[in-house]
């Protein structure tokens, strides 16, 4: 099989490439520049035949994609990625420098869009790319790499192609062609479509686009596509056969933009078919023309110095010599990524794996992300959060980073209603976070990271509106309205608090009072109550009015008093009563956010709630602790009556389980319950003397929950508690009949003069002013 070359008798000159390779965008350039076709046709989707232009712009820089969706579908989308060292770049590059006319041949998006099965051209164009995905299809690299001997198909590329130098196909372009060509029209001829159906299709849709060409130019053009599509571009084939196979495929309307995309999304480890091990190595072999292990070796040494460890001139030195050493050893023509990286290792990082770890993720793959100049097409609503985006100065970078805002700053206060908004959207380019610092209600702390393909979460969102704001309004407005439960209307109206949306409010509050008057599950009240009283700080330290939002809140509270306490009735099981136990302490703590309204004694009539739960008997022992502990907590419940409730929750006639259950719920190890009986012997006496007292059948039953209850401690506390039992009977403890007593320090009462000599000291602890 010989290879074509440009003139009436040889054919088209056709390139077949190995997407996204150095080496093979060096040679496509030499070899357009050798043959000077009148003009050049790409593997893509033709739809994008009229953003080539834009390829020019200066203010395009690769990697970027080309993204098609379908218009009444956004979601339904792919992606044609490319990155400055993609050989079909370096061709559309080659014919804008010279104003040749270049054009996309492959099949169009019109059709594989309207496949809902359809996946973008890198995972189904793995000619010459690594494994493909799929256990039957081929692997056309690793064919021709086992063949070679070579059991890395990466390496075995590198060697031939990307490393070859000026013996390399830049050298001989036509002839690296020739040979690759030759050896992939074996690999069809011994495997067909080798597990690629499909490509029979996009490769008759190629030769018509090939035929239109020829009518236009003769033979005078030149193909760049997937090397394993040339033998298939190359067949003898009619017209009619090739139009029959094209006859009758699916199509719907399209839209097609250029998007900004990343290194890492070009790695295969990101799920990309088409995809690379290394795209930031070979972004810099592609952009270091001389000594790219030298300069390889030097960018390394720069970011382990950032990160503080010590590296000097006479460590790259030193691992440039070992890497040349390696690859001569294995018969490489010069060092590749496998010899760098194992000269670092034993040079720079001192046979550690974990600097090397970093090395990959930051120079190996890379964050590099691209960009897309403002004429290229895209929603309203892209362009409004450009503006924003801008205006804010909130860039996108394809790096993980934490933002900390200070919501009482103007520019934060923005920044967080947009990042807001967008997460209500769908658009996840920042996700909250737990602040290392400060954790009021004035910070807030995200984590943000731009993902190519939230360009398509974008425009799905441009159904909504033309505006962030607006769209996040209207989509507020729609999932209020189709809400299934209180608890969804409730983290709805939440949400609009925190992004700021006064004008979807009315209606989610609407929708929230209708749900709320029919919802008669006390367990989804309980559940719903916490995100309004949270709603209500939130619109507080925003400057929202949200009277209406609290309103709505007291009266959800008002039923939950009337509801909960038959609600804890007998006969509920161990998991029900721990789900009400942990309601009962989000009611508890939203009826304390609630205080400053106008709500009308509601405080006290939640005290008196828990005063019935907690002197019930036919409440869970787990849900009367709970509630006593919250009442002594509280100031609600003197010492004396909580050893009281104690004793009674504690006694032989009580179940052992029960019991246990009491003392989980009051002395729980999340609650601060193990320092309160370090501090209060009589309460500690009372648990010690009921443990002993639990026959041994029934001790092995209740082990499991005091197990959980004390193992939640802190092992200060434990160590605390432990010294007091074990000291025996006497002491400050005597009054409680054998238990022993407390340590030295510790009184039977407060004293008075000794507390108040600390409150001083307190206020300053907290960052308040003495007095």
Known sequence: ????????????????VRHHGPGSARAVRAALDAAGPAAVLIEGPPEGDALLPLAADPGMRPPVALLAHAADDPGRAAFWPLAGFSPEWAAIQWAQERDVPVRFIDLPAAHSLAVPQARHQGEEDDEADGAAPGSLRLDPLAVLAGTAGYEDPERWWEDVVEHRGGAGPAADPLGAFEALGEAMGALREEYGAGGHPRDLVREAYMRQRMRAARREFGDAYAVVCGAWHVPALRAKTTAAADKALLTGLPKVKVETTWVPWTHRRLARAGGYGAGITSPGWYAHLFAARDRPVERWLTKVAGLLREEDRQVSPAHVIEAVRLADTLAAMRGRPVPGLTETLEAVRAVMCDGSDIPLALIEDRLVVGDVLGEVPDAAPVVP????????????RLKPEAQDRELELDLREDTDAAKSLLLHRLRLLGIDWGLPTASRGSTGTFRETWRLCWEPELAVRVAEAGIWGTTVLGAATARA???????????????????????????????????????AALDTDVAGLAKALPALARSLRYGDVRGTDAAALGAVAAGLAERICVALPPACAAGLDADAAQELRGHVDG????????????????????????????GRETVPGLIRGRAARLLLDDGRLSPGETARLMGLSLSPACAPADAAGWIEGFAGGASGGGTLLVHDERLLGLIDDWLVSVPERAFIDVLPLLRRTFGGYEAGVRRSLGELVRRGPGGAGASVPGFGAAPAGFGPELDPVRADAVVDLVHLLLAGAPG
């Open 1 to 16: 099989m010989s290879p074509a070359t440009p003139g009436p008798s040889a054919g088209p000159l056709l390139l077949g």
């Open 477 to 515: 407005e729609a999932d209020a309205a189709a809400a299934g439960d209180l608890g969804e209307i409730t983290a709805l109206a939440e949400r609009c608090l925190l992004a700021g949306l006064s004008g979807a409010l009315p209606a989610v509050l609407r929708a929230l009072a209708d749900r």
């Open 381 to 392: 609503l892209q362009r409004d959060l450009t503006r924003q985006q801008r205006s804010l």
């Open 587 to 614: 009611v508890h703590a939203a009826v304390g956010l609630l205080e400053g309204l106008d709500t009308d004694g509601l405080r006290e009539r939640w005290a008196a709630v828990l005063r019935t739960l907690a």
